[in-house]
């Protein structure tokens, strides 16, 4: 291990106080929604949240992205977001005009892959939540995007992440670790999904994770691999294939890099990494910092390749990106075992679940 890693993580146990008053501080706000004397609102249709019980890195967008493929032929749908690092504050509704910059990134990415998509944010959800309705008075189902931990909001079906190689049975309140939830409100969830799998992973695996997930009799839970896509140019959307020749210029600004570093270099010759800080706001700096560690590259076969979170940050630099062999790689998640038709099952059958008991109320 780098001495860099040795001296975050001395210096993160060091802050070991600082978890014990977030350990403090969790807990009693969840007894106090447990027991009724913190309130909850429920909304007369189905919400589906998507969470974790850390901090980034669990795959949460394209689980999310996977739920609107699975729903939008079913339903009239939209997300509802906090729409992270953006610059402004409040709710709004995404339209022809919004930037990454106004919505946050990852609501962005959504706005532009899916156009019949309705795509909101807003810090306080529970005020956001009727805007959205007002604004979308035919959404049939919304999905609340990183919300398990804001419990303000009932969800009718709660589905939490934890990553494979950093579950949250191993983790710790933050800034120690990263944990911003109890480990107990995994209870709290309707289907668990460990994520970032090892494609191969076994069926004996399986099970001993299964055995530390303990799960109740009326959780299901999935494991899913991180599959990645043909990537294609930013600009022009034109598709390459990464080659056993290629060098590449990986610009990352996400919270985990590390499945997809592992992608690129057993495709290519080799990557040079140029990080940024999650969600990273990119400047005409960076672009030119970009540009230059891309040329200083000793090789004649070289891409630019980055993800679709860092991409919708970035297009704003517009034609000025025409030059540049930048290409975005795509990633969803695989459902391991056999089992996605489950999964999307549970998913179609608690809104078609939620929907018939509305009508036989009003019959």
Same mark, same amino acid.
């Given at each position: ?205 399986? *099970? ?92 004649? *076969? ?7 979170? *860092? ?53």
């Amino acid at each position: 291990m780098p001495f860099n890693f040795y001296l975050l993580r001395g210096l993160r146990l060091l802050l070991f106080p600082f978890s014990l008053l977030m350990a403090l501080v969790v807990m009693l706000r969840n007894k106090l929604y447990d027991r009724g004397w913190l309130s909850s609102v429920s909304f007369n249709l189905p919400m589906i949240c998507v969470g974790n019980l850390s901090v980034g890195g669990t795959g949460k967008s394209p689980m999310t992205e996977m739920l609107v493929e699975w729903l939008l032929p079913h339903a009239e749908v939209a997300t509802l977001s906090r729409g992270y690092k953006r610059k402004t504050k409040g709710y709004l509704l995404a339209d022809e005009q919004s930037t990454a910059l106004e919505i946050g990134d990852e609501p962005m990415q959504f706005h532009l892959k899916y156009p019949q998509l309705a795509v909101a944010v807003g810090e306080e959800r529970i005020v956001a939540v009727p805007q959205l309705l007002q604004d979308r008075p035919q959404t049939e189902v919304i999905i609340l995007d990183d919300a398990f931990q804001h419990r303000a909001i009932v969800a009718g079906l709660n589905i939490v992440l934890t990553e494979y190689s950093n579950p949250y049975w191993y983790d710790w309140f933050l800034p120690t670790g990263d944990l911003r939830d109890q480990r107990a409100s995994a209870r709290r969830a309707h289907i668990m999904v460990v994520t970032k799998c090892p494609a191969t992973l076994s069926e004996a695996e399986r *099970d001993k994770m299964l055995r530390r997930i303990q799960p109740a009799p009326q959780q299901q839970v999935y494991f899913t691999t991180l599959q990645y896509g043909q990537p294609y140019h930013l600009r022009s959307r034109q598709p390459v294939q990464l080659q056993p020749q290629q060098e590449v210029l990986l610009v990352c600004g996400i919270a985990n890099p590390a499945p997809l570093k592992q992608h690129v270099e057993e495709r290519t010759a080799a990557y040079y990494q140029l990080s940024f800080g999650d969600h990273h706001v990119f400047t005409i700096d960076d672009l030119r910092q970009i540009r230059q560690r891309f040329e200083a590259l000793d090789a004649d *076969d070289k891409i630019i390749l980055t993800t679709e979170k *860092d991409a919708v940050r970035l297009v704003k630099f517009g034609k000025e990106l025409d030059q540049l062999p930048l290409y975005v790689q795509p990633v969803k998640h695989e459902v391991l075992f056999g089992q996605e038709a489950a999964f999307k099952q549970a998913v179609l059958q608690f809104v078609k679940n939620f929907h018939d008991a509305e009508k036989a109320k009003d019959q």
